[in-house]
């Protein structure tokens, strides 16, 4: 896992540590590209679709834990 990915949401609490590593893989993952290409499978692509389907991940307590690693 990339070091600027882990720094930039050290603070982000999805509710789940499980969660929060997985935020860090999925936005280190290739982040210019779309979500299929930066998956390569669509077992990997369903996986992050779930991840932000999930109820835990909100684009606030994402947007929390940069806001916190900036400050």
Same mark, same amino acid.
């Given at each position: ?24 893989d999925i936005?280190? !993952?290739?982040? *210019?590209?779309?979500?299929?290409? !930066?998956?390569? *499978?669509?077992?990997? *692509? ?12 909100t684009p ?9 690693? *900036?400050?």
């Open positions: 896992m990339p070091s600027w990915a882990a720094e930039e949401l050290r603070y982000a609490d999805l509710g789940d540590k499980r969660l929060n590593r997985r935020l860090i936005v280190s !993952a290739k982040p *210019t590209v779309s979500v299929p290409q !930066a998956c390569g *499978t669509w077992a990997r *692509t369903k996986a992050v679709y779930r991840f932000w389907d999930n109820q835990r991940v606030e307590a994402i947007l929390d834990g940069h806001i916190r690693s *900036t400050n």
